[in-house]
T-cell receptor, first 111, second 114 residues
Framework: GQQLNQSPQSMFIQEGEDVSMNCTSSSIFNTWLWYKQDPGEGPVLLIALYKAGELTSNGRLTAQFGITRKDSFLNISASIPSDVGIYFCAGRVSGNTPLVFGKGTRLSVIA | ETGVTQSPTHLIKTRGQQVTLRCSSQSGHNTVSWYQQALGQGPQFIFQYYREEENGRGNFPPRFSGLQFPNYSSELNVNALELDDSALYLC?????????????FGQGTRLTVV
């Protein structure tokens, strides 16, 4: 089955720094999603990508759908303490097929 | 808030028991998916329900079963609980026929099997 490799596994950064994380797949996806999960909560959708090469922003967050359709990255600019959490990438092969998730990137922001 | 609500929020069960978890989907959403998230892992797809029928299943044994009701709410049932079933169970709702309506998750039910 499809597997997603998400990196890095964890990051410790200073407040104000930019952050970059990425996700690669063994299969071609037609949808890439990025979620953030806080402790004790369900994942919250940050950005959805539907076309190869697509670059989408949501405030300080920017994500891109890789040209090969097998990768995606998420950037966070000027990090703040509330950015702390676990970020998951997720992808879908086609249509309404199930989402496949990465193992997450745990982000810690040092004030 | 996504509008997807799950109950209960926490549950402790004994090995061998049965459990039922509940999910109310976001208004207007007709598709419900269930995921299992073990500690330190990403969510793993269990199954999806659309129009009250199972519509896709992940690599989970038959003792994991579900239902969807006419109002699109859903239940996840797990029989013969095992210690490894301890996890956060997430429900996500979506509108199947819309390409750009993605899955919105509830807050999850934390199941502990002892």
């Amino acid at each position: 089955g499809q597997q997603l490799n998400q990196s890095p596994q964890s990051m410790f950064i200073q407040e104000g720094e930019d952050v970059s994380m990425n996700c690669t797949s063994s299969s071609i996806f037609n949808t890439w999603l990025w979620y953030k999960q806080d402790p004790g909560e369900g994942p919250v959708l940050l950005i959805a990508l539907y076309k190869a090469g697509e670059l989408t922003s949501n405030g300080r967050l920017t994500a891109q759908f890789g040209i090969t359709r097998k990768d995606s990255f998420l950037n966070i600019s000027a990090s703040i303490p509330s950015d702390v959490g676990i970020y998951f990438c997720a992808g879908r092969v086609s249509g309404n097929t199930p989402l496949v998730f990465g193992k997450g990137t745990r982000l810690s922001v040092i004030a | 808030e996504t509008g997807v609500t799950q109950s209960p929020t926490h549950l402790i069960k004994t090995r061998g028991q049965q459990v039922t978890l509940r999910c109310s989907s976001q208004s207007g959403h007709n598709t419900v998916s269930w995921y299992q998230q073990a500690l330190g892992q990403g969510p793993q797809f269990i199954f999806q329900y659309y129009r009250e029928e199972e519509n896709g299943r992940g690599n989970f044994p038959p003792r994991f079963s579900g239902l969807q009701f006419p109002n699109y709410s859903s239940e996840l049932n797990v029989n013969a609980l095992e210690l490894d079933d301890s996890a956060l169970y997430l429900c996500a709702s979506s509108l199947r026929r819309s390409l750009n309506t993605e899955a919105f998750f509830g807050q999850g039910t934390r199941l502990t099997v002892v």
